[in-house]
């Protein structure tokens, strides 16, 4: 099946300063696809080509089979686009605002753009300019998914919102690709990412560098377990398994940093001992990004 | 904090007082050739209208006609500017509170602004007086027995007080459109307060009401400076500051605020909601050229209200009104002078029109509204950052570039019309028999005038996507060629034909009825820039705000 978006050595030069390289990405149906990468990576130089604001130096991209470029006004009846740092008219209501887009779009099914203000619980009939940051936010995300698009484009879209839309927004974006759409969803903090999408790709200093799934990615983290056993064992219990990369016994107690998946680790314990609790925290995720985002030589 | 405020104003000022001094040498030069004699005739009615006095000398003239008038416009425009951003601007930007946040007293915020005002203002006086010095000095005029000291100095405090008073109303209300629009509408009216009512009998000392009048209360020129006038200007001012630090001091702070229209409080109110939604609501952002109309409409009713009204019908009876000195004039003004301000012969009713209302203000009036829609078209929608979610639509450049123009279109059409029907007016009520087509000619040139840099605007701001350098640079083209024009018009330049001003009104339209090539002209190359916006503005990157 065709890739819902398709990019092949994509790239945007200002003069000598190449604010994107080489950007060869895959998007399918269904998925939500995580763009991530440190302030001032290319994100949203990236995004802005695929909405034809600003022409490739480089390569092509097409979403839903079309060029970005050369069709771009058809694209755009089918996708949704939320920009960054969102500026709306402060001068119209929320409501205006809408009705605006819906009339340039030629028309959008009312009932829906209400299921949404109610979803995300929004202030349609207050001044723009008088809304808080977060409220306007909330705006901006109708105004992407108001018809229904079957690719959404999403940039820093969680900026002001509080942990409730968040969830809300999270949900719409599953809506998306439950359905067969997919979401493009660019940010630079791991954790909005994390929660809502199928696979991440990762940008620096204007270069893919890393393209995993979340669940791979889970397996490259280091988790940090705490075991606690009927009686204090013997450190060979624990040699030859891989994934170790700290131990430390105390008593009963051991205390291991550990990357990997769990299984082999799991097996050996209880192979030898004999386990009375066990605990261990969250998948840190957000330390492989920080070495990916770390200046080093890629 | 002052410092910033010296900095972030310092460009500006510089460009208004560096273009003064070009213009008061300009006009020093094309005086100097002019044969003064001419303008011991005048009537003594006619003289005051242009700020002169009798026994006027070359650079009495020169002073009087460009600082007076242009200088101390372009100086009082200025400090309203100042002094609604010390407050008020801040509080548009919604930088206010994070400047607050430093151990920043309201009262040193608006100490330290007034003082870069004050500063500026002196600093601007002290450039204007050496070149009011200077130039007389190179081109070898006499200025034996003028204090242009005095004259200087009573100019810039006349000036300056009307930065107090956009200052006074930003800090108590924090509302820097309601600041700019009361300051600068009492400045046009003491302008033309303090310039008309000398003119009727019994009504002379009304002028006293009007702060424009205490600018050359005493004729400092000849006379010096003026103490009681220069301790009305500063007491007002005074009051104006304190003011403005106790309005400031006791309220609230507003958040980047929006205008509330009276058609906003109308759809608010329940028992209005629905007319307020059919006029204001809905209806409004049908079309993107609907939506741009309705953003513009106040600035162009103003604009055609003014054309209309005070350049229009009140100008026909002022003309009868004046006429029997007119009609003694004859010939006898000189034509290099008039010709400075747009040329005429006075002594008729189509010369008075043509110096009057079609000269000057007829142009600026059509191009403030063309070029501010045609810069802000594309630019505007960049510059505030909504161009990018406006193009997510499933809409096309050249799609919005068209909806833009039409907006354009029909404003500049509004202006024209209203100007026409204002000039109309006037002749019928007066019966003043000028020809109703030849009204309609010089109009349709207006109109084709306005759209010609209007257009320039619109490409500018399409191909570059910035509003300031799309209104600067249309605004300052249609400067460069009308003083061309003029100057063509003394000496008999060449280049005459080559400024589209002699095709709007060199060539007598008033008298002359339609010019087909004008016409043709004017609207060849209005279509020329506007079509090539189309290009410019398809082949570009977007710009990120």
Known sequence: MEPTLHTSGLGKNYGDFAALADLNLSVSAGEVFGFLGPNGAGKTTAIRLLMNEIRATSGTASILGMDVHRDSLALRHRIGYLPSELALYPNMTGADLIHFFANLRGGVDARYVEQLGERLNVQMAKKIGDLSSGNRQKIGIIQAFMNKPEFVILDEPSAGLDPLVQRELQGLIREIADAGGAVFLSSHTLSEVQRVADRVGIIRSGKLIALETIASLRGKSIRKI??????????????????????????????????????????????????????????????VFLTYYHDESV | MYVHNLYSRARTVALGVMGLSVMFAFGMVVYRDVDMSLFDDLPES????????????????????????????????????????????????????????????????????????????????????????????????????????????QLVIGTIFYGFL???????????????????????????????????????????????????????????????AIAILLGACALLFLAALVGFSRRDLRQRSVNIRILDRLRANHLTARLGERVAGRTLVS?????????????????????????????????????????????????????????????????????????????????????????KSIAGEENNRTLGILLANPISRSYLLTQKLIALLIWGFVVAFATFAGVATANLISSLGMDYLNILAICVNLLLLGYLFGALAFFMGAAFGRVGLAAGVSAGVAVVLQVASSMAEISGGWWQKFTPFYWYNGTDPLNNG????????????????????????????????
């Open chain 1, 226 to 287: 705490e075991l606690e056993l009927s009686s204090g064992p013997e450190e060979s219990v624990f040699e030859g398994i891989a994934g170790i990369r700290s131990l430390l016994i105390e008593g009963n107690r051991v205390f291991i940093s550990y990357e990997g998946t769990m299984e082999k680790l799991l097996a050996a314990v209880m192979s030898k001992c004999h386990p009375l609790d066990i605990s261990t925290n969250e998948a840190d995720l957000e330390e």
């Open chain 2, 287 to 375: 079309k993107i050229w609907v939506k741009t109309l309705s953003e513009f409409q106040t600035m162009t009713l103003f604009v055609s209200f003014l054309m209309c009204g005070l350049m229009g019908v009140m100008m026909g009876p002022i003309y009868a009104y004046m006429q029997p000195n007119m009609a003694q004039l004859g010939e006898s003004f000189p034509p290099e002078m008039l010709a400075f301000f747009g040329g005429g012969d006075l002594g008729t009713p189509e010369g008075f029109f043509q110096l009057e209302t079609f000269g000057l203000m007829a142009p600026i009036a059509i191009m403030v509204i063309t070029i501010s829609i045609g810069a």
């Open chain 2, 46 to 153: 006619l003289m005051s209208m242009f700020g002169l006095t009798p026994g006027e000398d070359v650079a009495s003239l020169a002073y009087n006609a460009i600082f007076s008038t242009y200088g101390a416009l372009v100086l009082g425009g200025m400090a309203i500017m100042i002094g609604v951003g010390a407050v008020a601007g801040r509080e548009r930007d919604g930088t206010i509170g994070i400047l607050l946040a430093n151990p920043v007293s309201r009262i040193r915020l608006v100490v330290e602004s007034t003082l870069a005002l004050i500063t500026l203002y002196a600093a601007s006086a002290l450039v204007l007086l050496g070149v009011g010095l200077l130039t007389p000095a190179v081109l070898d005029v006499s200025i034996s027995g003028l204090s242009v000291w005095g004259f200087i100095v």
């Open chain 2, 166 to 228: 956009a200052l006074a109303i930003g800090a108590r209300t924090g509302k820097a459109h309601a600041a700019i629009g009361i300051s600068s509408g009492i400045l046009i009216l003491s302008f033309l307060g303090a310039g008309v009512m000398p003119l009727i009998s019994g009504w002379e000392e009304v002028a006293r009401i009007f702060p424009w009048y205490y600018i050359s209360d005493g004729d400092p020129l000849r006379n010096g400076v003026n103490v009681g």
């Open chain 2, 514 to 545: 339609f010019t087909l090539a004008g016409i043709v002209i004017l609207a060849l190359a209005a279509i020329l820039v506007l079509t090539t916006s189309y290009p410019a503005f398809n082949r570009r990157d977007l710009t990120n705000g």
